[in-house]
């Protein structure tokens, strides 16, 4: 059974940081992509980070680009988002997200909340 839980959300003042974690288990994590998204209420869920079997394969969506670092640990299955320089506009529920098959696999997801 394919699981994903993400931790490390929390509310943080503009210009902080956090590291979000994505806990793997039910299939070889090592063997699949991930990826990182985001959603505010109301709006569609949004890529912010994807990342290939190792750390060389990264990729980011623009408004992050130089803030955001995703990268992984495949000995213990985790996924991670490392995010720099928070903006309220980064306020969002994160989902981490793998593509099995034909099926995507998603998260419960964890708040981030970036105010003063």
């Known amino acids: 059974q394919v699981q994903l839980v993400e931790s490390g959300g929390g509310l943080v003042q503009p210009g902080g940081s956090l590291r979000l974690s994505c806990a793997a288990s039910?299939?070889?994590?090592?063997?699949?992509?991930m990826t990182w998204y985001r959603q505010t209420p109301g709006k569609e869920r949004d890529m912010v980070a994807s990342?290939?079997?190792?750390?060389?394969?990264?990729y980011y969506e623009d408004s992050v680009k130089g803030r955001f670092t995703i990268s992984r640990d495949n000995a213990k299955n985790t996924l991670y988002l490392r995010m720099d320089s928070l903006a309220p506009e980064d306020t969002a529920v994160y989902y981490c997200?793998?593509?099995?098959?034909?099926?995507?696999?998603w998260g419960q997801g964890t708040q981030v909340t970036v105010s003063s």
């Open positions: 990342i290939g079997l190792d750390d060389s394969l990264a």
């Open positions: 997200m793998t593509h099995l098959g034909e099926a995507n696999y």
């Open positions: 039910g299939f070889t994590f090592s063997r699949y992509g």
